[in-house]
């Protein structure tokens, strides 16, 4: 295991800045999600602790050591990239074993590792299948029990469920967490899914224009987005009025309570609700309309068009919204167990 930090790391395309001054600290057995939109640097942060790209400027330690201009295979670092990369004349077993032969590691000590990855990754039934008999799920697990083999420093993972389908997506993700916990290798994750980053990190960074916005655990970034920019792309989200009312409280759909304001706040006058902390009163005096209701299973989203506030999105529970039909009246409020809000 080893902790990485990232300093000052900037990189350009020509005209284009894929990474401004990024400054990423992780601790030794963590795994840190990178999320953002297509474009936002993401990547570019991947490749250059990779070494695939040499930063402009900044530098990139690795346990304690600058790798900065250190030479990729050199880093000792496991990687799987979105497409597999698996050697198509090469079995499950071999491509995992591929890296313990190449640094020369005695047979017994390949079969022991070669046996518990194996296990771990649920693929002893299928290790003597070549890639094009195994199933996308099982592709990706093969890779990832390679690049465990050679017990790296760092295992860096770039969009690694992308091409497979919602289901197996899910379960992949789940395992990749577990197994990343039994190894204890530190783990630098790039998605452009905001539930995959959710779920399976201790610490999510969200990044935007080659900027780190934020870096917390999915709890605090989901609860306190210190920015608009990662509180408009985590999750859903009303933008709804807030008025001051004093000590550090606003008055938010009906209630007053305390207000976090964001690091970047404009001060508008803007409170940032989730859907699901929007409560619906049936009342003929209400000023909200209901315009579409969509089922969701245990959940229902329910669109609204209020007078105040405009267009609004609440999330109920499916019993308590069987009555909601288009056009319905309603009164919005925030949630009773709602404790703060985050000001704009």
Excluded: W
Excluded at 59 to 72: A, E, K, R
Excluded at 90 to 108: C, H, S, Y
Excluded at 224 to 250: C, H, K, L
């Amino acid at each position: 295991m080893a902790s990485v930090t990232m300093t000052g790391v900037r990189k350009t395309f020509g005209s284009t800045v894929a990474l401004e001054r990024l400054d990423l600290e992780i601790e030794s057995g963590e795994l840190v999600c990178l999320l953002g939109p297509s474009g936002c640097g993401k990547t570019t942060a991947l490749r250059v602790l990779a070494g695939f790209e040499r930063p402009d400027a900044g530098q990139v330690h690795v346990g304690g050591s600058d790798i900065t201009l250190v030479p990729t295979e050199r880093r000792g670092f496991g990687m799987v990239f979105q497409e597999y990369s698996l050697f198509p004349n090469m079995t499950a077993r071999a491509n995992i074993e591929f890296g313990l032969k190449v640094q020369k590691v005695a047979p017994a000590e390949r079969r022991s590792t070669l046996e518990r990855l194996l296990t771990v990754t649920a693929l002893t039934e299928h290790a003597d299948k070549f890639p094009h008999q195994l199933s996308g799920g099982q592709k990706q697990r093969v890779a990832l029990a390679r690049a465990l083999a050679t017990q790296p420093r760092l295992l860096l993972l770039d969009e690694p469920l992308s091409a497979l389908d919602a289901k197996v997506r899910e379960s992949l993700r789940d395992e990749i967490r577990r197994v990343q916990r039994e190894f204890g290798v530190t783990t630098v994750f790039v998605t452009h899914d905001q539930h995959e980053a959710l779920a399976v990190a201790d610490r999510v960074g969200v990044m935007s224009n080659g900027l780190l916005e934020q870096l917390d655990p999915p709890r605090i970034l989901y609860t306190a987005p210190r920015t608009p920019f990662v509180t408009g792309f985590v999750g859903s989200v009303n933008r709804v009025g807030a008025t001051a009312a004093g000590d550090g409280r606003y008055t938010v759909l009906g209630r007053t309570l305390p207000g976090i304001v964001a690091a970047s706040s404009t001060g508008g006058g803007k409170a940032a609700v989730r859907p699901e902390q929007i409560a619906l009163d049936r009342d003929p005096a209400g000023q909200a309309r209901v315009l579409d209701a969509s089922f969701l299973g245990p959940i229902t989203r329910v669109r609204l068009r209020d007078e105040r506030e405009g267009d609004v999105i609440a999330d109920l529970m499916s019993a308590d919204a069987a009555d909601l039909v288009v056009d319905a009246v309603v009164r919005l409020r925030l949630r009773d167990d709602v404790e703060s809000v985050v000001i704009l």
